[in-house]
C-alpha cells in the first residue's frame, strides 16, 4: 500500500505550501524571479458532499470515507442519484447555485458543456493540495476527460472501455468447432469482424433440449445480447458505428449519423436482435450483466469491470470461462479496422459554488491516486481502471480477486485482461462531448429505437436524427458549437483515435 504524502498533523499546523512556477526562460535572457502560488490549506473537520450515481458506484467512498477522515480530518457526505437524473439534477443544481455538493462525479461527455457555462472549477490552482499523479492517468482519458481548453477540469474516477466478451469454453468445445467448421467452413474463433459475429451468434442459439458443449440445455441459449433500453442502446451503436469509421459531424459540423455507416450500424444491430433474448429492447446494463453472468447467452460487448464480477460466485455462474478481445470491425483495404469505445465514463470536479475548494480537491486526490487500483480492482463496485499503474498490476489484480473468488484467480488470466484494456485505450473511440451532448445522444436513442422497434426504416430513422442535430446545433449556436468541435476532433487526432 502506499505511504500516505500528508498526515494529519502536518495538515493542521501547516499555514500554506508554496508551489514555485516551473516557466520556461528565453535563451540568454536575465533571470527572471519566479512569482510563488501560494497553495491552499485544507481545515480538518470539514465536511465534503459528493453528487453520484448511485448502487455499486457509491460504494468505493463507503470503503474509504473512514479512511479518509482518519488521514484528513475532512467527513465525506455521499448524495446518491438514480443513474438517468445525473443529468438534469446536475444542471437543476448548477442553475440554481445552492452549494449543495463539492465534488460533482458524472459522465465526462459533459464537461465541455459544464465548463463553458463556467458551472465547474479548473483545478490547477488546487493540484498542489494533494498529488492527483496526473501523468499516472492513461493519456486518452486525461487529455480527452480531464482537460479542456488548456485547464484541468476533472480528476478521473471510473475508466470506462467496452470490449467483446466470449463464452471461451465453448469456443474451446472440440464438437462445437467440429460443427461450426462444418456449418460456416472455417474455424471457430473469437469473432474479429461484424460479419463474423453474426455467424458466431446464429451458431450459439439453442433453444431448451438441445445440447450444448455436450449438455442438454434446460433452457434456450442465446448467441448474443445487447444493451437495447433508450438510455443504453447509443453505446451499442457506437460499437459498430465506429469501426464502420463513423464521425459524428463533418469538419463544418454536418451531422454524420446517417452516413453509410450509421446505416450498416444499425442493421448489424437489427439482424442480430434475431439471435438475443426476448425483450433485448428493454435491457440495459443489470439485464445484460446477469444474463451472460447467468450463463444464458455466448457473447456481446460490455465494460471491463464484468471480468471482475465474474470471479465473484456470488454473482457468476462461469467463473474463468470468460474470454475477452478487442470490440469486432471490419475489413478495409484488406485490413482490419476496428474501435473500443471509451464510454460513459466517471470524472469528479468541483463546481463553482463548492465552500471548501481546497478539501474536496484532497478527496478527489486521495480517492483518484491513492485507492482507484483497490476499488478498480474489487467485485463489489462498477469502477474500471484507467491508470497506468492499474494495468501494470496484473499480480495484484489476481490477488485481490482470489480473496472474492475463495480459490486462486490465474495471473495469466489478470494478464490477458488488462491487456485488453491497454489495447483497447490505445485504440480508442470517445463519446461525443460538446456541449448539447445530452440532447444529441438523446435523438439518437429515440430513432435507434423507432428503427429496432419497427416504427421506422433504419435509413429514415437516422435521417430524423440528423435534422434533430442540426437543430440541436443551430439552437446552441452553431459558430461557437463548429469551434468546439474543431479544438475537440484535434485533440482526437492527435492521440491517433480518428
Known amino acids: 500500500m502506499k505511504k500516505t504524502l500528508l498526515i494529519l498533523c502536518v495538515l493542521v499546523c501547516a499555514a500554506s505550501l508554496v508551489l514555485m512556477g516551473s516557466g520556461k526562460k528565453k535563451k540568454g535572457?536575465?533571470?527572471?524571479?519566479?512569482?510563488?502560488?501560494?497553495?491552499?490549506?485544507?481545515?480538518?473537520?470539514?465536511?465534503?458532499?459528493?453528487?453520484?450515481?448511485?448502487?455499486?458506484?457509491?460504494?468505493?467512498?463507503?470503503?474509504?470515507?473512514?479512511?479518509?477522515?482518519?488521514k484528513s480530518g475532512i467527513e465525506v457526505v455521499v448524495n446518491p442519484v438514480s443513474q438517468v437524473d445525473v443529468y438534469p439534477k446536475l444542471v437543476n443544481e448548477f442553475i440554481a447555485g445552492t452549494g449543495a455538493f463539492d465534488i460533482v462525479i458524472y459522465p465526462p461527455g459533459y464537461l465541455p458543456e459544464f465548463a463553458n457555462n463556467g458551472y465547474i472549477i479548473p483545478l490547477d490552482p488546487y493540484l498542489g493540495v494533494?498529488?492527483?499523479?496526473?501523468?499516472?492517468?492513461?493519456?486518452?482519458?486525461?487529455?480527452?476527460?480531464?482537460?479542456?481548453?488548456?485547464?484541468?477540469?476533472?480528476?478521473?474516477?471510473?475508466?470506462?472501455?467496452?470490449?467483446?466478451?466470449?463464452?471461451?469454453?465453448?469456443?474451446?468445445?472440440?464438437?462445437?468447432?467440429?460443427?461450426?467448421?462444418?456449418?460456416?467452413?472455417?474455424?471457430?474463433?473469437?469473432?474479429?469482424?461484424?460479419?463474423?459475429?453474426?455467424d458466431f451468434a446464429e451458431f450459439f442459439t439453442r433453444k431448451a433440449g438441445k445440447k450444448l458443449a455436450g449438455k442438454t440445455l434446460d433452457k434456450d441459449f442465446y448467441g448474443t445480447g445487447m444493451m437495447l433500453s433508450r438510455f443504453w442502446c447509443?453505446?451499442?451503436?457506437?460499437?459498430?458505428?465506429?469501426?464502420?469509421?463513423?464521425?459524428?459531424?463533418?469538419?463544418?459540423?454536418?451531422?454524420?449519423?446517417?452516413?453509410?455507416?450509421?446505416?450498416?450500424?444499425?442493421?448489424?444491430?437489427?439482424?442480430?436482435?434475431?439471435?438475443?433474448?426476448?425483450?433485448?429492447?428493454?435491457?440495459?446494463?443489470?439485464?445484460?450483466?446477469?444474463?451472460?453472468?447467468?450463463?444464458?447467452?455466448?457473447?456481446?460487448?460490455?465494460?471491463?469491470?464484468?471480468?471482475?464480477?465474474?470471479?465473484?460466485?456470488?454473482?457468476?455462474?462461469?467463473?474463468?470461462?470468460?474470454?475477452?478481445?478487442?470490440?469486432?470491425?471490419?475489413?478495409?483495404?484488406?485490413?482490419?479496422?476496428?474501435?473500443?469505445?471509451?464510454?460513459?465514463?466517471?470524472?469528479?470536479?468541483?463546481?463553482?459554488?463548492?465552500?471548501?475548494?481546497?478539501?474536496?480537491?484532497?478527496?478527489?486526490?486521495?480517492?483518484?491516486?491513492?485507492?482507484?487500483?483497490?476499488?478498480?480492482?474489487?467485485?463489489?463496485?462498477g469502477e474500471d481502471p484507467f491508470r497506468y499503474s492499474h494495468i501494470n498490476?496484473?499480480?495484484?489484480?489476481?490477488?485481490?480477486?482470489?480473496?472474492?473468488?475463495?480459490?486462486?484467480?490465474?495471473?495469466?488470466?489478470?494478464?490477458i485482461y488488462l491487456k485488453a484494456i491497454k489495447d483497447a485505450l490505445e485504440n480508442g473511440y470517445p463519446d461525443l462531448s460538446i456541449p448539447g451532448s445530452a440532447e444529441y445522444m438523446d435523438s439518437l436513442a429515440v430513432a435507434i429505437q423507432a428503427a429496432l422497434a419497427g416504427d421506422m426504416t433504419v435509413k429514415a430513422a437516422l435521417d430524423k436524427c440528423a435534422k434533430e442535430w442540426a437543430a440541436t446545433s443551430e439552437s446552441l449556436g452553431i459558430d461557437t458549437q463548429k469551434v468546439i468541435w474543431k479544438n475537440l476532433t484535434a485533440v482526437w487526432k492527435e492521440l491517433g483515435l480518428i
Open 234 to 381: 447509443i453505446y451499442e451503436f457506437i460499437d459498430h458505428f465506429a469501426s464502420y469509421g463513423g464521425v459524428y459531424f463533418d469538419e463544418d459540423l454536418k451531422p454524420m449519423i446517417n452516413s453509410e455507416a450509421g446505416v450498416k450500424a444499425l442493421e448489424d444491430i437489427k439482424y442480430l436482435m434475431k439471435y438475443a433474448p426476448e425483450g433485448i429492447l428493454t435491457y440495459g446494463y443489470s439485464e445484460i450483466k446477469g444474463s451472460f453472468l447467468g450463463g444464458n447467452i455466448a457473447s456481446m460487448l460490455l465494460w471491463t469491470d464484468l471480468f471482475k464480477f465474474s470471479w465473484d460466485k456470488a454473482q457468476s455462474k462461469i467463473p474463468g470461462k470468460i474470454g475477452m478481445s478487442h470490440v469486432p470491425g471490419t475489413m478495409m483495404d484488406g485490413n482490419l479496422y476496428f474501435k473500443n469505445p471509451l464510454p460513459y465514463g466517471r470524472v469528479m470536479c468541483i463546481p463553482k459554488t463548492c465552500k471548501h475548494p481546497a478539501e474536496a480537491m484532497w478527496v478527489i486526490s486521495y480517492m483518484s491516486a491513492e485507492k482507484s487500483i483497490d476499488f478498480c480492482f474489487d467485485p463489489r463496485t
Open 29 to 70: 535572457a536575465a533571470p527572471v524571479e519566479e512569482e510563488a502560488v501560494e497553495v491552499p490549506a485544507i481545515t480538518p473537520g470539514t465536511q465534503i458532499n459528493v453528487f453520484v450515481d448511485g448502487g455499486i458506484n457509491i460504494v468505493p467512498f463507503e470503503l474509504f470515507k473512514d479512511e479518509i477522515k482518519e
Open 130 to 198: 494533494r498529488d492527483p499523479k496526473m501523468d499516472d492517468i492513461v493519456d486518452s482519458f486525461r487529455k480527452l476527460y480531464c482537460e479542456y481548453g488548456g485547464k484541468t477540469y476533472s480528476v478521473p474516477y471510473d475508466g470506462d472501455i467496452h470490449i467483446f466478451y466470449y463464452r471461451k469454453d465453448l469456443v474451446e468445445d472440440p464438437t462445437e468447432k467440429a460443427n461450426f467448421k462444418a456449418k460456416y467452413g472455417y474455424e471457430l474463433g473469437v469473432p474479429e469482424t461484424w460479419e463474423a459475429v453474426k
Open 393 to 415: 498490476a496484473p499480480d495484484y489484480l489476481a490477488k485481490y480477486l482470489s480473496n472474492f473468488a475463495g480459490s486462486d484467480v490465474p495471473v495469466k488470466d489478470c494478464e
